[in-house]
């Protein structure tokens, strides 16, 4: 594995740090008036998901983890365990709901998202960027409300609450980014 300067860290990047694994979530590069530069590291533990501050001065060395990415199926849940099948080699393999935190109720049946591993042990799960959705429920459109930036509030079918603007109604189709969770286009 190679070893990276506490200055080169960067959100999204792993490291064996105390005998475990942890992704960078937040860097700040802090420059005090008096000693040196140092990076302010923000990490998540990929195994238990705990968290962790650290100091990490330019000098320090840090093992930089490299992941093996797959792309997988989701196929079912049970039980708070989400099951995903290798679109390769038909292997299944089974992660805690929670690894997708407040982004799981995006996931659909079928969908590929991308799986990473370390050394066959899967520990992270990325759902794709944009997903479409179907709006249920939300307030009629308004003739002349268009004309103001406004949004109104609308529910998913997954149960999310989004923003929408204006002009889009109940049963229309839209696409939502699953990082921000916020609307981004009709779909």
């Known amino acids: 594995m190679p070893k990276i300067n506490g200055n080169e860290i960067r959100p999204g990047n792993v490291l ?3 005998g475990g694994l942890w992704a960078a979530v937040k860097v ?3 420059k005090p008036g008096k000693g040196g530069a140092f ?3 923000e990490m998540r533990n990929l195994r238990n998901g705990s968290k962790l501050n650290e ?5 320090d060395k840090v093992e930089r983890v490299r992941l093996e990415q797959k792309d997988m199926q989701f196929l079912y849940e049970t039980d708070g365990m989400l ?3 290798d679109t390769e080699t038909f ?3 089974e992660l805690p709901s929670e690894i997708l935190g407040e982004r799981r109720p995006f996931l659909q049946d079928g969908m590929t998202i991308l799986v990473e591993f370390h050394e066959n042990e899967a520990l992270n799960a990325t759902l794709p960027q944009k997903v479409t959705c179907q709006v249920v429920e939300t307030e009629p459109v308004v003739k002349g409300q268009t004309a103001a930036n406004s949004f109104k509030p609308a529910i998913l079918d997954n149960g999310v609450k989004v923003m929408v603007p204006p002009f889009v ?3 229309e189709m839209i696409i939502v980014n699953t990082e921000t969770m916020d609307y981004s286009e009709r779909a």
Do not use: K
């Open 16 to 18: 064996e740090h105390n």
């Open 91 to 93: 292997d299944q393999v």
């Open 55 to 59: 100091r990490f001065r330019s000098a």
């Open 28 to 30: 700040d590069h802090v």
């Open 169 to 171: 109604g109940q049963e």
């Open 83 to 85: 099951t995903f099948m």
């Open 39 to 41: 990076a302010q590291v």
